[in-house]
């Protein structure tokens, strides 16, 4: 059995690396030159910055996926430390624990109560929004204050726009599971997940990279497939070059390039080409002093700033005081459209009246589709069926995140290995 997968992102490497383990065999490709896919890292001004996810968490797969490319003991985790909020002109502790439940000024202690009676609610519904869900269940102040802008925050959309079935449906999952969306939440955004925050020394494209390079007699970089046809028992792969006889496939790129692959091949692509994706601008900043420890901070939406969040990159893995800060998403997307000066000004500006502390720029990068938005479109997927032995693994149809794409993987080389 030969399995063709489509993409050397991190889903697409890390389902090389099980089907090998499994012994099943498996040509990769990839389209551009380098491994990773939305996961970039890149030296600005001497400093590792990333384009994409600024951090993942080591779990155990995580770790076990880095041991077998040789890269294990590159790992960086930082310690867990705090989630601020930007609220009423301050940075202030996100309530992600108990203790931090207990001492956090973000909320009043009534609004702390009203959160407690979360389980006392009825169960969130697939048809309401993300922000109908939580402010249902935790009101209206704690939504605007903590949950909303930490969960829009993850994939820089807004929550009004959100359709509880689709950007909710791991906590709905959890939450039916523990009589509790406010425990679920925790799980997913909070101190919930035991594994430390992670990269690595030189970034996170190292493992995508790595694993590249473990399996580079079944990965070809800079081979773009140009269609998928089915034929005999199984599926022709075509390049510009050359052809694969596959019996599966696995489709792992964004949206509109799956859209133009399975054009013919599969129902419902054309709701595939319409995914919204958010745009991003990332402006990185060097702080000229030490900043709170913690993880970050997100803006409260009763601030009238243009930044989403900050990621305290630096802080987290030794870099030199170096910060991340998101600009744009679906609240504000014509930021993309400032000039880069203007950018770093708006970034270096918010960031010094959050913080109380100057920074200088260190480098601009801009997005026009980058996450996953999960908005009113998402209700389309429901007319996207493929053919038999044509799978989607990707992070528009399952969630987001490093740990999640790896976990994904593993689950379907089980599947394809076993069938």
């Known amino acids: 059995m030969t399995v063709g997968v489509v993409g050397a992102g991190i889903t697409g490497l890390a389902l090389t690396h099980y089907l090998g383990e499994r012994g099943v065999d498996c040509v990769t490709l990839e389209a551009r030159e380098e491994a990773g896919g939305v996961i970039q890292s890149r030296d600005r001004d001497g400093h590792v910055v990333e384009l994409g996810p600024q951090r993942m968490r080591a779990t155990p797969g995580i770790r076990e996926l880095a041991d077998a490319a040789g890269v294990a003991d590159d790992i960086v985790t930082a310690e867990e430390g705090s989630l601020f909020v930007y609220s009423r002109g301050q940075l202030r502790e996100a ?92 799980q997913r955004v909070g101190q919930g997940e035991k594994a430390p925050p992670a990269s690595f020394s030189a970034g996170l494209q190292t493992l995508p990279e790595a694993l590249a390079s473990t399996y580079d007699d079944a990965v070809h970089l800079g081979e773009p497939v140009t269609a998928i046809e089915s034929g005999g028992s199984g599926y022709t792969v075509q390049t510009a070059d050359a052809e694969y006889a596959v019996e599966d496939v696995v489709v792992t790129t964004p949206a509109d390039a799956t859209a133009d692959l399975l054009d013919g091949l599969a129902e419902g692509t054309d709701a595939l080409a319409e995914l919204t994706y958010n745009p991003l601008a990332l402006v990185y ?72 502390t100057d920074a200088s720029v260190v480098g601009i990068e801009r997005r026009e589709r980058w996450f996953p938005a999960y908005d009113q479109t998402w209700w389309g997927l429901d007319d996207v069926e493929t053919p038999a032995g044509v799978h989607l693994a990707t992070n528009y149809t399952a969630r987001m995140g490093i740990p999640s794409r790896v976990r994904e993987a593993k689950e379907l080389a089980d599947e394809l290995s076993t069938a």
């Open 95 to 186: 309530p992600t624990d108990v203790p931090a439940f207990r001492r956090t000024d973000l909320l009043s202690w009534p609004q702390k109560l009203r959160m407690l009676a979360e389980p006392l609610t009825r169960d969130a519904i697939g048809s309401e929004t993300v922000a109908e869900v939580f402010s249902r269940k935790f009101g209206r102040t704690a939504y605007e204050r903590f949950i909303g802008p930490l969960y829009g925050g993850l994939y820089a959309s807004d929550p009004a726009e959100m359709p509880a079935e689709f950007a909710l449906e791991g906590l709905m999952r959890r939450e039916q599971e523990t009589g509790s969306m406010l425990s679920a939440f925790r």
């Open 285 to 356: 900043l060097e702080a000229t002093e030490p900043l709170p420890d913690g993880l970050g901070y997100q803006v409260a939406y009763d601030e009238k700033l243009h930044t989403l969040g900050v990621s305290f990159n630096g802080a987290m893995f030794d870099r030199d005081g170096l910060c991340t800060v998101f600009l744009g998403g679906m609240h504000d997307p014509g930021m993309l459209d400032e000039s880069d000066e203007r950018l770093g000004e708006i970034a270096a500006g918010e960031f010094q009246q959050a913080t109380g």
